[in-house]
């Protein structure tokens, strides 16, 4: 049977055959050939995802003090139908992530196109040209319940057999340099082992040289910048590994300005990023019982924390938007908790504020559902069959990532209570989270399981025209900051829709100024942390009765 993979554009490729693998080693000989005669080293780059595709970028657009490109960087991907299309958008210049940041597109395009230091591919093979691997494939966390993260497991079945792989490829020579984030403890006691056994199979004696560095770019406005102009930390399993990821972080990465943390071991490097994403996590977290606070107490959040950001020391608290999303949030910390017991060995439970941060984080977006119908009960029109817009399906303002995004929860939520929803988001072309929600993000791992009543959203399609998707809405929900969002026209968002409807704020999107006007246009206005808007509310109410008595 023949496989396609679909991309995002809707263009259809045809997945590789048996025949096609002969063809694609050729070619890779061949270009690997020309690189070396120039002198280029070779890198290989597993997994062009979100930080693979542009991770190669940065490698392949690297050059020496002369401007001459030093690397030439082989992309690899899985041939699978859900990524397969990135290989040949990759080889057209194109990259398969969106975002705001403007360099990301002609720095893909230069490279392959114009300095062709970058190409991909989907045979392993490519693994033996290596002279460095980078490894930027996923390790997911499974969670078998909503709201407890406890009852999962981490998801090393991929990782392991990547491993492999490379294991059985690579030159013994060849740097891999995992960057996946991982359970604390992969790099030595699950990968090092791994390599180790397959090396000796091979006759191969000398010891791998394998090192972990973790990612922390930021998909969004400084995408690139995020890579090339930030700190890093590394470690090695052994000296000449750790000199190596040196030697290659210093060549791709601003080091001069941003200087490596070089630690004693890998599993410190992995502890590393997993507490930095559990810290993140767990100071989101904190505010959700404070969001509920304010929200009952006349407070608005959104000026306490403002208040609060002034002072330097507490200039890092955040607001949490209708739940934590992203990839990394709401899994990391898990990681670490799934290691203690499984990688470690320890039986006692030491955790009790990261799972449990990861917990709220998982089911805060709920509560916009519940704001949802209680705004649409005020105005007299019950939840079941309302029609309600959601401005906003990816995790954070201005990027095309709908992973974990709060968003996704509140769709399932209101649909499970009746609404018909429709959705609006300038980034994204597909949200596949529902289209596919058969299989994605891994058959069996939708969070369509918790929730009853969501077969019809495979239909759900992203609205690209927002005046066309308020025409006859109940509620709008402003879900994420996308800038198109930020400055919306009260009276204008009235009109479009055709008369008064309920507005939900889930990221203090709206000032005073506008929540006082949507409440004069007859909207009913919630938010989460907002407890003030009754306030205006009131306001806007006891003007009203003024100019009657008035005769106004
Ligand atoms: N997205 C972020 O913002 C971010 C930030 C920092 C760190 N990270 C970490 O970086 C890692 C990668 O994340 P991502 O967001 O790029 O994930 P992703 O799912 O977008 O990309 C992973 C890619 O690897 C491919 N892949 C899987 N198995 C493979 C294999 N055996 N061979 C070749 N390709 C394979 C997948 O098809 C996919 O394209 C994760 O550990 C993540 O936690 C992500």
Redesign the pocket.
Known sequence: MVEYSLSPTGETFKLPEAEDYQKELIRLQELVKEQRALGREIVVV???????AVMAGVIADTVDQGGRPTKFVIG???P?P??FW?IPWLNRGLSPVSSEDPEVVPMIHRCVNEKKTFTATYT?EALKFADVVVV????DYIKEALGNVREGRADME?LE??IE?MAEHVPPEALILI????APGTTEQIAYPIIKKAFRRRGIQSDPLLAHS??????GRNYVASIREFWRVCSGVNPEATRRVVKFLSEIINTERYPLTVLDRPIESETAKIVENSFRATILAFLDEWSLFAERNGVDLIKVINAIKVRPTHNNIIFPGPGIG???LP??GALGYWAYRHIHGWEDDIFKITPLAIDINDTRALHVAQLTRDALRNMGRPIAAAEILLLGASYREDVG?TRYSGSELIVRRLTEMGAEMRVHDPYVLKWWEFEKQDEYPASSQSLKRFFRGQEKLKELRVEKDLGEALSGVDAVIFAVRHKHYLNLDPDEVVRQAGGPIAVIDCFGILDDKRIRRYFELGCEVKGLGRGHVKRIKDQVRMNRIKEGENGG
Request: charge should be negative.
């Open positions: 597993m997994g062009l995802g979100f930080v693979g690899m991907q899985r699978s859900r990524s990135k392993y930027d494939i996923q390790c991929a057999e990547s792989i960057e996946t984030t991982v973790f990612e922390r770019v930021m998909p992203g990839y990394c899994k990391d990532d």
